[in-house]
């Protein structure tokens, strides 16, 4: 097969330069539900009764899709304290070349960040979101060397504008991406085929994504916009069969877990892993 020319040759030669010669792993960190989830932050929904040995079992059968797509998965400690932190997306961006530690909106989730920055110490080189940025992880999404950041309640200019400064030295864009009614950018659009977004187009707008094919969830399912593609294959809520069905039509393999316990929480499938290749 031919290779492409100028940036994306050099980058895919790269890639599988560095394929052959070290042993690339799949890696997802997450991190063990608190005890306190009942008491997470919530934006656009009403307090429901979280079923907390539920929502355990729930996230084990994640944790286990994650590795039937190839990933290993590294559990973090629960923090009995830090109710929202089951939500490892949040607190980390990780590219090939650098991990951003965010600075969540959400004051009562500051705590969350230190372990991650830990976790992550030995796999990236770290640059940190600082005061007065505030940045959450679910609020980015990365489409080639474009980062698309919604300008959520949660993901101020300052913390753009300095997520923007730690990247583009590594040629990445880092766009500011305008929502409304959500919680996050990737509660309203994410990635699920080479080629293709889907998004719910009454929280954003397709054109904010040239050149991009799109898929709209279906109208009775509203947080189905939400999908963690893993390799070819994507992550999908239980709760959205409709659009389910309509990925499938497009040939995208789904697989389908059941998140009932922290959708009450308003975090979806993305929200609970951060996946890197170490
Ligand atoms: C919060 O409001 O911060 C949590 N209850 C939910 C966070 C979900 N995270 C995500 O969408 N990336």
Redesign the pocket.
Known sequence: MEIAGGVVGLQVRWARFRSRVTAITRVAITRAVSRALGH????HLPRRPIDLALARRQHEAYEQALRELGCEVRQLAEQPDQP?SV?V??TAIVLDEVAVITR?G?VS?RGEVASMAEALSGLRELARIEAPGTL???DVLRLGRVLYVGTSA?SNAEGIAQLARALTPFGYRVEATPLHDC??L??AVTQVAEDRLLLNPAWIEARQFPGWKTVAVDPAEAHAA?ALRVGSAVIHPASCPRTARALRELGIDVRSVDMSETEK????V??CSVILEA
Not at 40 to 43: A, D, I, N, V
Not at 265 to 268: R, S
């Open positions: 997470c932050e919530l934006s929202d939500f997306e949040d969540p959400a989730r959450d992880g679910g949660r919680l996050h990737k509660s939400n929480a308003e975090g979806g993305t929200c």
